[in-house]
């Protein structure tokens, strides 16, 4: 009997995070950030986004008790998980993707905490500017990261407008980025 409870708990859990995880995915792969706002579409530029929109998440949820921080160690969690089966497909041996893994994680807590910063803060122009410094790091101008900045912005207001038994749901919604 306990089986079953908690079997049928745990399918609803998994259920939950991948289609939160899924509106993530989906939200960061939005084609304007790497048409009209000049994100790159590498690896490298889908992780940064990936990345932006995994904060805004975790930004959300931060600091809500029971469900809603479950859920987010969940997400995390998930979100590693698929940053390694990522380095695998793209041929990094078992013996790398530790190593691969540990700077990537250096880079997302990194980043989180100058976009928390910003954030918090008010702070378009730095905002724009951490954007600058992480997703074109080999320019010294990124006009497009102004607008970026503003997404990140309105994105925030949108997630914190949507309630925490939704989200804990697994209804997640962010906005469209519009085009520069």
């Known amino acids: 009997m306990f089986q079953r409870l908690f079997g049928r708990e745990r399918q609803a859990n ?7 995880y899924t509106r993530i995915v989906a ?31 975790q930004h959300r949820l931060r600091g809500e008790p029971g469900a809603s921080a479950d859920i987010a160690q969940r997400l995390i969690d998930e979100f590693f998980l698929d940053v390694d089966h990522s380095l695998r497909e793209l041929g990094i041996s078992d013996v790398g993707v530790p190593k691969r893994m540990k700077k990537l994680a250096k880079m997302f807590y990194g980043r989180t905490e100058s976009y928390k ?11 724009a500017a951490a954007l600058l410094r992480n997703v074109r790091p080999e320019e010294k101008e990124w006009p497009e990261a102004a607008a970026l900045a503003e997404y990140v912005f309105a994105a925030n207001r949108a997630l914190a407008d949507q309630p925490s038994e939704d989200i804990c749901a697994g209804k997640l919604t962010y906005p469209a980025p519009l085009a520069a």
């Open 27 to 57: 939200a960061a792969r939005q084609e304007p950030f790497y048409s009209a706002w000049n994100v790159p579409d590498t690896p490298l530029g889908r992780f940064e986004m990936l990345s932006l929109h995994m904060f805004l998440f």
């Open 117 to 127: 910063n910003a954030l918090e803060g008010d702070d378009h122009a730095a905002f």
């Open 14 to 20: 998994r259920a939950i995070t991948e289609a939160l």
